[in-house]
């Protein structure tokens, strides 16, 4: 059955949302409610029938549902003051009420045994996680594979950067030989997760690796050996590190595919896959071009949300770096980060943007709770995990600062972000007068990036602490050459510390470096 309104086609077989016959991208769970909404349209639908229906009677925040509920209006270019098509009955749930036509879909053109309906792939990227193969020879093991499978692809949903293929959909593939563009075909999907586990004794090995399924390639691949002392805990480690891992492979991949495109047909996701690139590799001018294709974005859908969290992490990244004057730029990275926000309030880069917005602008407390909201949304999101760090420090809690950014550091040992982290952890060791371990993580950080602005101060106040002036001497060039107007008025001025006395130790640390 298909469902015909207005200028939209949503058709339950096929799973797909069209809007003038282009598709309209749809999570999972956005599709299901928005169809069963529609299903249902002649009465109305209470949250406990939703609940129900799309949630399996699990414990749903009002914020979730109404999360849902936005997003299925969205997509059908309505909203919640209009209410064209999706109207809330206050206290009773929610109702359809556009002009609705059934029309019963063609039946296919047979296919050969074993084949399905290919369905297009959607301008914004898709994933399936399928289940991981039993490689222990004992049936009974099955369940481990399964629940490491479903943990991934749980936490995958958390992104919000891309949709994630329901378990009921991915698992039926459990068990048969099937080509993986096969599946990505039989899905709309353009990456697949895949992986096995063996278990003997008290070890286990899990592979996994993530498949580019329209080019048939490998993007990443990992193996984990581990005691199984506590199996959840083997099992929420690893699950871990494998959903950190794939977040920065598929961007870097869309980003790869944006640059392949001719500049005429780029649309706003893929202007945000190239700003992301500029964005992680935190030079000036890579910082001016992620904001003019940010801006770009913007300018084609202008509730973009990732798009506006994006941009305005990267102008405060600008102001902490000295690239950009907070008085310039704060107020339109704070309108932009709470429009995102309300774009979608459960996305956690929207809350990292406005974490961001509130740190720069010295409002720590508030900082601290939005990079809590967004670590509560998405624990995986090792990028929030820097930015609390960093403000802790700020804070003055450097013992919490170490281990967060420690913890962003095990999470995700291959972010493009990893050298600031390695420098947020040598400013916390600073903070705390251990300035060898200090030195130590700076030069980690310049290991993994040379032109890293933070860690070439966090060398230079500890060398100057230590008595160090050749090192001192060294770590300031490089300082002024990646942020050539430092002073110890920008630092007293720019630098948002709770205590005094916590600037006061940084700009005698300056001093003794010869900084004037």
Known sequence: MRFCFENNVLDGDLRELTCGGAAVPLQPQVFDLLLYLVAERARVVSKDDLISQIWSDRIVSDSALNSRINAARKALGDDGATQRLIKTIPRKGFRFVGDVREDVAAAPV???????????????????????????????QDYFGDGISEDILTA???????????????????????????????LGVRYIVEGSVRKADNRVRITAQLNDATSGSHLWAERYDRELVDVFA?????????????????????????????????????LLMRALSHYWRVTRQDHEAAK????????????????????????????????????????AAETAALKAVRCDHEDAWAHAALGSVYFST????????EFEQALALNPNFSLAQGYHALALSYAGRSGDSFEAAQKAIRLSPRDPSLAIYHGIAGYARFTERQYDE???????????????????????????????????????????????????????????????????????????????
């Open 234 to 270: 083997v099992q929420d480690e690893i699950t871990n590190a494998i959903v950190a891992a794939i977040e920065p492979q598929i961007h870097a991949a869309e980003n790869f595919r944006s640059h392949r495109k001719p500049p005429a047909s780029l649309d706003a996701w893929d």
């Open 438 to 516: 200090a030195i130590a993580l700076a030069r980690e950080a310049i290991r993994h990036r040379g032109d890293l602005t933070g860690a070439y101060r966090v060398l230079a106040v500890s060398a100057g602490m230590t008595g160090d002036s050749a090192l001192a001497e060294m770590a300031l060039d490089e300082l002024r050459r990646t942020q050539p107007g430092i002073s110890l008025h920008w630092i007293a001025t720019k630098l948002p510390w709770a205590s005094d006395a916590d600037r006061e130790h940084y700009l005698e640390g300056f001093r003794r470096a010869g900084l004037r």
């Open 292 to 331: 003019t294709l940010l801006e770009r974005a913007i300018a084609i859908d202008p509730n973009y949300g990732q798009a506006l969290s994006v941009l305005a992490v990267n102008d405060m990244f600008g102001v902490h770096l000295g690239w950009a004057e907070l008085t310039a730029v704060a107020p």
């Open 110 to 140: 047979p296919a050969e045994p074993g084949t399905a309906r290919p369905r297009a792939v959607t301008d914004r990227p898709a994933i399936a996680v399928l289940a991981f193969e039993n490689m222990s020879g004992d049936p009974a």
């Open 362 to 369: 010295r409002r720590l407390a508030d900082a601290l709770s």
């Open 156 to 186: 995958l949903s958390r992104q919000r950067w891309f949709m994630v293929i329901a378990r009921n959909s991915s698992f039926t593939y459990k068990g048969r030989a099937v080509h993986i563009r096969q599946i990505a075909e039989e």
